[in-house]
Protein backbone atom coordinates (compact mmCIF):
# COMPACT_ATOMS: atom_id res chain seq x y z
CA UNK A 1 0.00 0.00 0.00
CA UNK A 2 3.23 2.46 0.97
CA UNK A 3 4.70 1.44 -2.51
CA UNK A 4 1.31 2.15 -4.01
CA UNK A 5 0.92 5.75 -2.43
CA UNK A 6 4.65 6.41 -2.89
CA UNK A 7 3.92 5.36 -7.11
CA UNK A 8 0.96 7.67 -7.20
CA UNK A 9 2.76 10.80 -5.78
CA UNK A 10 5.82 10.64 -7.90
CA UNK A 11 3.30 10.21 -11.33
CA UNK A 12 1.21 13.68 -9.88
CA UNK A 13 4.72 15.17 -9.51
CA UNK A 14 6.08 14.03 -12.85
CA UNK A 15 2.23 15.77 -14.28
CA UNK A 16 2.35 18.95 -12.50
CA UNK A 17 6.00 19.27 -13.84
CA UNK A 18 4.71 19.03 -17.12
CA UNK A 19 2.01 21.37 -17.39
CA UNK A 20 2.95 24.67 -15.91
CA UNK A 21 3.00 28.30 -16.64
CA UNK A 22 6.64 29.82 -17.11
CA UNK A 23 5.47 33.84 -17.72
CA UNK A 24 3.38 36.39 -18.25
CA UNK A 25 2.52 39.51 -19.99
CA UNK A 26 0.88 41.71 -17.62
CA UNK A 27 -0.61 45.51 -19.15
CA UNK A 28 -1.34 47.40 -16.43
CA UNK A 29 -4.31 50.47 -16.53
CA UNK A 30 -4.23 53.50 -14.53
CA UNK A 31 -0.21 53.84 -14.54
CA UNK A 32 0.74 57.96 -14.89
CA UNK A 33 4.42 57.91 -14.04
CA UNK A 34 7.36 56.01 -12.56
CA UNK A 35 6.54 56.27 -9.57
CA UNK A 36 3.10 54.34 -10.28
CA UNK A 37 5.25 51.46 -11.98
CA UNK A 38 7.79 51.11 -9.13
CA UNK A 39 4.82 50.36 -6.64
CA UNK A 40 3.48 47.95 -8.60
CA UNK A 41 6.88 46.36 -9.38
CA UNK A 42 7.45 46.16 -5.13
CA UNK A 43 3.75 44.30 -4.55
CA UNK A 44 4.18 42.04 -7.90
CA UNK A 45 7.81 41.38 -6.49
CA UNK A 46 6.36 40.19 -3.24
CA UNK A 47 4.50 36.79 -4.71
CA UNK A 48 6.15 33.50 -3.77
CA UNK A 49 6.19 32.51 -7.37
CA UNK A 50 7.29 35.24 -9.32
CA UNK A 51 11.17 34.59 -10.36
CA UNK A 52 12.00 38.11 -11.82
CA UNK A 53 10.14 41.10 -13.70
CA UNK A 54 10.67 43.19 -16.50
CA UNK A 55 9.31 46.08 -17.01
CA UNK A 56 8.58 48.18 -20.18
CA UNK A 57 7.44 51.39 -19.40
CA UNK A 58 6.53 52.75 -22.72
CA UNK A 59 3.44 50.22 -22.75
CA UNK A 60 2.94 50.37 -18.92
CA UNK A 61 3.66 46.19 -19.22
CA UNK A 62 5.49 43.98 -16.93
CA UNK A 63 6.70 40.10 -17.95
CA UNK A 64 6.61 38.41 -15.01
CA UNK A 65 8.63 35.10 -15.01
CA UNK A 66 7.94 32.07 -12.67
CA UNK A 67 9.32 29.92 -10.51
CA UNK A 68 9.45 26.33 -12.02
CA UNK A 69 7.07 24.26 -10.75
CA UNK A 70 5.42 26.92 -8.80
CA UNK A 71 1.68 27.07 -8.43
CA UNK A 72 0.88 30.09 -9.69
CA UNK A 73 -2.10 32.02 -8.74
CA UNK A 74 -3.36 34.38 -11.01
CA UNK A 75 -5.87 36.12 -8.77
CA UNK A 76 -3.21 36.79 -6.58
CA UNK A 77 -1.44 38.57 -9.26
CA UNK A 78 -4.51 40.69 -10.24
CA UNK A 79 -5.23 41.63 -6.43
CA UNK A 80 -1.21 43.11 -5.94
CA UNK A 81 -2.00 45.18 -9.07
CA UNK A 82 -5.47 46.25 -7.31
CA UNK A 83 -3.72 46.58 -3.90
CA UNK A 84 -1.06 49.35 -5.97
CA UNK A 85 -4.06 51.47 -6.83
CA UNK A 86 -4.30 50.23 -10.53
CA UNK A 87 -6.17 47.80 -12.31
CA UNK A 88 -5.30 44.78 -14.88
CA UNK A 89 -5.81 45.76 -18.30
CA UNK A 90 -4.89 42.55 -19.91
CA UNK A 91 -2.87 39.47 -19.10
CA UNK A 92 -1.45 36.75 -21.14
CA UNK A 93 0.12 34.08 -19.79
CA UNK A 94 2.53 31.58 -21.50
CA UNK A 95 2.10 27.91 -20.14
CA UNK A 96 3.82 24.78 -21.38
CA UNK A 97 1.31 22.53 -22.94
CA UNK A 98 1.68 18.57 -23.34
CA UNK A 99 -0.74 16.90 -26.03
CA UNK A 100 -4.28 19.02 -24.44
CA UNK A 101 -6.71 18.80 -26.79
CA UNK A 102 -9.12 22.19 -26.62
CA UNK A 103 -12.18 22.76 -27.85
CA UNK A 104 -14.45 26.20 -27.62
CA UNK A 105 -16.63 26.53 -24.38
CA UNK A 106 -14.72 23.26 -22.60
CA UNK A 107 -13.09 22.95 -19.36
CA UNK A 108 -9.67 21.64 -18.66
CA UNK A 109 -7.71 20.73 -15.94
CA UNK A 110 -4.06 22.42 -16.29
CA UNK A 111 -1.40 23.09 -13.41
CA UNK A 112 -4.10 22.01 -10.65
CA UNK A 113 -6.68 24.92 -12.01
CA UNK A 114 -9.18 24.35 -14.60
CA UNK A 115 -9.09 26.84 -17.56
CA UNK A 116 -12.22 27.80 -19.26
CA UNK A 117 -11.36 28.04 -22.84
CA UNK A 118 -13.57 30.55 -25.19
CA UNK A 119 -13.77 31.47 -29.01
CA UNK A 120 -11.15 28.45 -29.53
CA UNK A 121 -10.95 26.39 -32.91
CA UNK A 122 -10.85 22.75 -31.65
CA UNK A 123 -6.89 21.60 -31.60
CA UNK A 124 -3.96 19.96 -29.76
CA UNK A 125 -1.94 22.56 -27.84
CA UNK A 126 1.64 21.76 -27.53
CA UNK A 127 5.14 23.40 -26.18
CA UNK A 128 4.82 27.07 -25.12
CA UNK A 129 1.32 28.75 -26.02
CA UNK A 130 0.16 32.24 -25.16
CA UNK A 131 -2.50 32.18 -23.61
CA UNK A 132 -5.18 35.45 -22.16
CA UNK A 133 -7.56 35.34 -19.02
CA UNK A 134 -10.94 37.21 -20.58
CA UNK A 135 -12.11 36.78 -16.69
CA UNK A 136 -14.11 40.06 -15.24
CA UNK A 137 -11.47 42.49 -13.76
CA UNK A 138 -8.74 41.12 -16.20
CA UNK A 139 -9.91 42.68 -19.27
CA UNK A 140 -12.51 45.70 -19.69
CA UNK A 141 -16.33 45.15 -19.36
CA UNK A 142 -16.93 45.77 -22.68
CA UNK A 143 -14.42 42.96 -23.75
CA UNK A 144 -15.75 40.97 -20.97
CA UNK A 145 -19.42 41.89 -22.39
CA UNK A 146 -18.54 40.50 -25.60
CA UNK A 147 -16.73 37.54 -24.46
CA UNK A 148 -19.97 36.43 -22.06
CA UNK A 149 -22.11 35.88 -25.79
CA UNK A 150 -19.81 32.94 -26.15
CA UNK A 151 -20.66 30.42 -23.64
CA UNK A 152 -23.69 29.12 -22.73
CA UNK A 153 -21.61 28.39 -18.93
CA UNK A 154 -22.90 30.51 -16.26
CA UNK A 155 -19.15 30.25 -14.51
CA UNK A 156 -17.89 33.04 -17.21
CA UNK A 157 -20.25 35.27 -14.92
CA UNK A 158 -19.08 34.18 -11.56
CA UNK A 159 -15.34 32.81 -12.40
CA UNK A 160 -16.33 29.49 -10.36
CA UNK A 161 -18.14 26.26 -11.20
CA UNK A 162 -19.55 23.85 -8.26
CA UNK A 163 -17.18 26.36 -5.46
CA UNK A 164 -14.14 26.17 -7.83
CA UNK A 165 -12.37 28.81 -9.41
CA UNK A 166 -12.28 28.91 -12.99
CA UNK A 167 -9.48 30.66 -15.19
CA UNK A 168 -11.47 31.64 -18.44
CA UNK A 169 -8.63 31.63 -21.31
CA UNK A 170 -8.53 32.48 -25.07
CA UNK A 171 -5.61 31.71 -27.31
Do not use: W
Request: glycine letters at 6%.
Amino acid sequence: MKTLLIALALIGVQFTASAQYKKASLQAAGLTCAMCSNATFKALKTLPFIDKIDTDLNNTTFILYFKPNSNVNLDQIRGKVEGAGFSVAKLTVTANFDQVKVENDTHIPFAGQTLHFINVKPQTLQGDKDITVIDKDFITGKAFKQYSTQTKMGCYKTGTMEGKRVYHVTI
